[in-house]
Structures are given as C-alpha cells and as structure tokens.
C-alpha cells in the first residue's frame, strides 16, 4: 500500500513537515504544542472526514464530500491547523465545576478576538461558577 494522501500533504509541505509531529498510524497525524498554554492539533483522515482535533477537547469535522476534490478538502484542513499553529487563533475553554464544558475557537483580527467555532458539552448546572482559560499556540508565525 503506498503513502495516505495526508502523508503525502505533510510531507510536500516544508512548513508542517519540519515541525515536532508523529504520526499515530498512516492518516493521523500530531502536532505538538510547545508550551504548557498552546495546544496539540491531530488531523485524521479516514476517507469521507476529516477530523481536526485538540489535546484540549475542541474538534471539527470536514467532510469530503463537500469539497471539489479530496486534495481540496484537506488544504482547508491544513491551512485552519496552520493558523491553529500560530498565535493569530486560540481555543477559550469554559469551566463550570472545574469541567470543560465549552471549547471556542477564535481569531485575531488586528484589534479583537472573534469567534469561529464552538463546540458545547450538555450541561444541566448552568449556575455554578464559570471559569475560563485560554489556550495559544505560538509555534509558526502569523500569515498577513
């Protein structure tokens, strides 16, 4: 069997190919935080999803199908981890309890954080006290 595509795409990318990552099988791969504060970012691939994933609990799902081509699919895939990769997006974990219960992902726009994504745990205790911590990676520079 030769490489997965998403092997491939790592490999062909001098960016990402020279950054701390392993590879937990032949269509997921990791890449490492490199502070206490960042986060690291899988990205699998099984054929029809694409799956991006955090060691803090946000992920995202791209869909194959919803793209013109599979190539296609993963470059968006690999450009939001790009920019997960840098300090210009971040994850804001919500607490309540000492639990996650919100993973929102945000980016810089030259003055202020914005929202991208969220994702939400069910919670029934929605007045107990919430905290938050946020969540930056600094490892590639931010694009313009």
Same mark, same amino acid.
């Given at each position: 069997?030769?490489? /997965?595509?998403?092997?491939?795409?790592?490999?062909?990318?001098?960016?990402?190919?020279?950054?701390?990552?392993?590879? $937990?099988?032949?269509?997921?791969? /990791?890449?490492?935080?490199? &502070? $206490?504060? !960042?986060?690291?970012?899988?990205?699998? +691939?099984?054929?029809?999803?694409? /799956?991006?994933?955090? +060691?803090? !609990?946000?992920?995202?799902?791209?869909?194959?199908? $919803?793209?013109?081509?599979?190539?296609?699919?993963?470059?968006?895939?690999?450009?939001?981890?790009? $920019?997960? &990769?840098?300090?210009?997006?971040?994850?804001?974990?919500?607490?309540?309890?000492?639990?996650?219960?919100?993973?929102?992902?945000?980016?810089?726009? !030259?003055?202020?954080?914005?929202?991208? +994504?969220?994702?939400?745990? &069910?919670?029934?205790?929605?007045?107990?006290?919430?905290?938050?911590?946020?969540?930056?990676?600094?490892? &590639?520079?931010?694009?313009?």
């Amino acid at each position: 069997m030769g490489e /997965t595509k998403i092997k491939l795409f790592v490999e062909k990318s001098l960016e990402l190919s020279d950054l701390h990552h392993f590879w $937990d099988n032949d269509s997921k791969v /990791t890449f490492k935080k490199e &502070l $206490d504060d !960042g986060f690291d970012i899988s990205i699998e +691939d099984n054929g029809h999803i694409i /799956t991006i994933a955090t +060691d803090n !609990g946000y992920h995202t799902h791209i869909e194959i199908e $919803d793209y013109e081509s599979h190539k296609q699919a993963l470059s968006q895939s690999f450009c939001l981890t790009r $920019d997960m &990769l840098s300090n210009n997006m971040r994850i804001r974990v919500v607490f309540r309890k000492n639990r996650p219960t919100r993973w929102i992902l945000e980016h810089f726009d !030259g003055s202020t954080w914005i929202e991208d +994504d969220t994702v939400y745990v &069910l919670i029934l205790d929605i007045f107990s006290k919430k905290t938050e911590k946020i969540y930056i990676n600094n490892i &590639l520079p931010s694009r313009e």
